[in-house]
């Protein structure tokens, strides 16, 4: 994936990363039945989901910027005609970006900080190695993050993308891979992660009608110390036609959060609907969260 000549890497990669974004949950309401709820679904519940959402976010949004920066280098270091329509949105557009070819690095600085189309404030650099471009099976990019912050929040860890496609022709699916996953926070606490999914990008006859299918699992600490591993038990499923409507949260699949000592608690993200309502239940108790869908989370 060396330059944009392969059209559809850049729709890729600005789906499968863009898609994967942090849900937070309501605040308790006051009457009778919204109290019995959360003394089912704690606080502790409720930080296991949104540590495990906020760090996914912050480590899929580095494969969409990378990706992006790559995409944006023709074979003259110009940009292609379908990447000046879209420089807009880029998370990339604030960055210096450097193509090593001959030594196959992308280097993607944001300096001492620059605020993208997303409202976020980044600082530092990505750091990116390949063996081909992504659109190949077999290729291999992986990522090193040089003090490396979004909105103020250290991001740290190992990053592996592997391309596991059967072939060219098919459907194009990613084997991810993320070690000594970390984010500390401002005020000095922190969570760590480590990921194991793999990523399909089902491509539609319209583009507005691509899909992104994950399945895999993922295992942290939150930022209260408390372990969890998160199950993908029915596969993940974002719809890119419901992200440009604001759906901020996949529209179909089931995550399984486990703790230690914790009833397990099941995320349900409904049946294929643009919406951003998730369904979480524990202990045979459920409620319907609606996601707020901030651009600065």
Request: overall charge negative.
């Amino acid at each position: 994936m060396i330059r944009n000549s392969i059209t559809p890497i850049k729709t890729v990669s600005r789906w499968i990363t863009l898609f994967a974004v942090l849900f937070v949950v309501a605040t308790a309401c006051e009457d009778q039945e919204e109290q019995a709820f959360q003394s089912s679904i704690g606080e502790e519940d409720i930080e296991s989901m949104s540590s495990e959402e906020d760090l996914q976010t912050a480590y899929d949004e580095i494969d969409l910027i990378s990706v992006e920066a790559n995409e944006s280098l023709d074979d003259d270091g110009t940009l292609g005609g379908r990447e000046q329509m879209d420089q807009t949105d880029r998370l990339t557009r604030c960055a210096t970006v450097t193509h090593d070819k001959e030594a196959m690095t992308i280097t993607i600085d944001f300096g001492d900080g620059c605020e993208g189309p997303d409202g976020k404030l980044r600082s530092g650099i990505i750091f990116i190695t390949y063996t081909g471009r992504l659109f190949i099976p077999g290729s291999v990019w992986t990522y090193e993050l040089r003090n490396y912050t979004v909105n103020g929040k250290h991001i740290e860890g190992k990053k592996t993308i592997t391309n596991v496609s059967g072939s060219i022709s098919d459907h194009v699916s990613f084997h991810k891979l993320i070690e000594d996953g970390k984010v500390t926070w401002p005020d000095g606490s922190f969570a760590t992660r480590e990921v194991d999914k793999t990523f399909t990008w089902i491509r539609a006859n319209n583009p507005l009608m691509d899909e992104v299918h994950v399945e895999g699992e993922a295992s942290g600490v939150n930022r209260r110390g408390v372990a969890y591993n998160v199950t993908i038990i029915s596969k993940i499923i974002w719809k890119r036609s419901c992200r440009i409507r604001g759906v901020c949260v996949p529209v179909q699949g089931l995550k399984l959060v486990e703790r230690r000592d914790q009833a397990d608690v099941l995320l349900d993200f409904g049946d294929g609907a643009c919406d951003n309502l998730v369904t979480i239940t524990k202990n045979g108790e459920s409620r319907v969260i609606e996601k707020e869908c901030n651009r600065r989370d």
